[in-house]
T-cell receptor, first 114, second 108 residues
Framework: DAGVTQSPTHLIKTRGQQVTLRCSPK?????VSWYQQALGQGPQFIFQ???????QRGNFPDRFSGHQFPNYSSELNVNALLLGDSALYLC?????????????FGPGTRLTVL | AQRVTQPEKLLSVFKGAPVELKCNYS??????LFWYVQYSRQRLQLLLR??SRESIKGFTADLNKGETSFHLKKPFAQEEDSAMYYC??????????FGSGTKLNVKP
């Protein structure tokens, strides 16, 4: 099991563009969470998907949207990119609905907005 | 508002010395707290969670509701403990808040 995988590894976009990031959860996991990590900061919770629905959402604008597919993989979409969206985007997967379940993190996608 | 504070950005100790990484939280409900660790060139991974009351790699953390703290402790630091440590709070059923992290540097 490769664990949580994310693609692409790096991405460069310009302001105003749209971007889609992808995540495949660890085998057996059905819950995917997305985080934004700016340089020198801890991960900031964007949202969590479970059973193909957004279950929880952090303090991020509607420009950030997501999707979960029947195979539990997930996408993060960001519209109208701003310079401030430059960050490492982390995906984490876990099993079930219990909040204390361990989250397994992917390696992240580094997004640079010019 | 819910919040997690890790007051130290960097903590340097000598090998064999005790180490304590501080974490304070703000949350009116019943908190679920975690410590995550990121070793150099590795992924963020769970170290321990308060609900398990376990010791992992010699580290322990006790939830103190009176002081709203969840400090991470180890009596004798090892060089391989050098890493970035994040305290995290699960609030409102699966909304997560991570602190800004403490970099632990264990000197030989």
């Amino acid at each position: 099991d490769a664990g949580v995988t994310q693609s692409p590894t790096h991405l460069i976009k310009t302001r105003g563009q749209q971007v889609t990031l992808r995540c495949s959860p660890k085998s057996g996991h059905d819950t995917v969470s997305w985080y934004q990590q700016a340089l020198g900061q801890g991960p900031q919770f964007i949202f969590q998907y479970y059973e193909e629905e957004e279950r929880q959402r952090g303090n991020f604008p509607d420009r950030f949207s997501g999707h979960q597919f029947p195979n539990y993989s997930s996408e993060l979409n960001v519209n109208a990119l701003l310079l401030g969206d430059s960050a490492l985007y982390l995906c984490a997967s876990s099993s079930g609905s219990l909040g204390y379940n361990e989250q397994f993190f992917g390696p992240g996608t580094r997004l640079t907005v010019l | 508002a819910q919040r997690v504070t890790q007051p130290e950005k960097l903590l340097s100790v000598f090998k064999g010395a005790p180490v304590e990484l501080k974490c304070n939280y703000s949350y009116s409900g019943s908190p679920e707290l975690f410590w995550y660790v990121q070793y150099s060139r590795q992924r963020l991974q769970l170290l321990l969670r308060h609900i398990s009351r376990e010791s992992i790699k010699g580290f322990t953390a006790d939830l103190n509701k009176g002081e709203t703290s969840f400090h991470l402790k180890k009596p004798f630091a090892q060089e391989e403990d050098s890493a970035m440590y994040y305290c995290a709070l699960n609030y409102n059923f699966n909304k997560f808040y991570f602190g800004s992290g403490t970099k632990l540097n264990v000197k030989p």
